[in-house]
């Protein structure tokens, strides 16, 4: 695993730092409002935990699928609910946790579909932006974001290539050459 990342773009302590300062500030804005977290699978899913155990109020909490990129690095445009919500957000103040922002794609289709359900709120909460790389007429902006990084691949605590590297503690720049045949 360690011989494909090319350097370490996040610690370990550089992750859990901002972690537990956003967890702490969402929890301050949503006092009282007992958020539906709703994590992204399965690249928030570090996050998503770290993010909720810093973060001292009553919320719930929910899953949700979309289709991934599979051994590809560039998004399709085209969003798959794999596996849905099992709760209801009906008028509940939701926030989708998210890995990473790229294209906007996913964010932009899950948030409009989950308007639709009749949420009272709805923001999103990303631990990684790539502002450079918004599609086209892609307008969406995170609520709450950890880090903004370049145009580059990363990989761990939860974000994959081909569905290794999640495991990682760190966020790593991945060699191009892992996926540059694909
Ligand atoms: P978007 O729809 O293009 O914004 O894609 C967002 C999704 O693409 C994320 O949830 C990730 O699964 C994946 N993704 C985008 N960039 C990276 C990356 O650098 N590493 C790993 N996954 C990524
Ligand atoms: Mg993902």
Not at 102 to 131: E, H, Q
Request: with cysteine.
């Amino acid at each position: 695993m360690e011989k494909d990342i090319a350097r370490v773009l996040l610690s370990q302590e550089q992750i859990q730092t901002r972690v537990e300062e956003m967890g702490r500030q969402i929890a301050w804005d949503y006092r009282g409002k007992n958020p539906a977290m709703v994590c992204i699978l399965k690249g928030a899913v570090m996050f998503y935990t770290d993010l909720l155990r810093a973060m001292p109020i009553q919320l719930s909490m929910d899953f949700m699928a979309v289709s991934s990129y599979g051994k590809r690095t560039k998004s399709s445009g085209e969003v798959e609910i794999r596996k849905d919500l099992s709760t209801s957000i009906e008028n509940r103040h939701v926030i989708i946790v998210e890995d990473i922002i790229d294209s906007g794609f996913t964010l932009t289709y899950l948030t409009r579909m989950l308007a639709a359900r009749g949420a009272a709120s709805i923001k999103v909460c990303t631990l990684l932006d790539k502002p450079s790389r918004r599609a086209p007429g892609i307008t969406l902006k995170s609520d709450y974001s950890g880090f903004v990084v370049g145009d580059e691949f990363v990989v761990g605590y939860g974000l994959d290539y081909a569905e290794a590297y999640r495991n990682l503690p760190y966020i790593g720049v991945l060699k191009p050459e892992v996926y540059e045949n694909n």
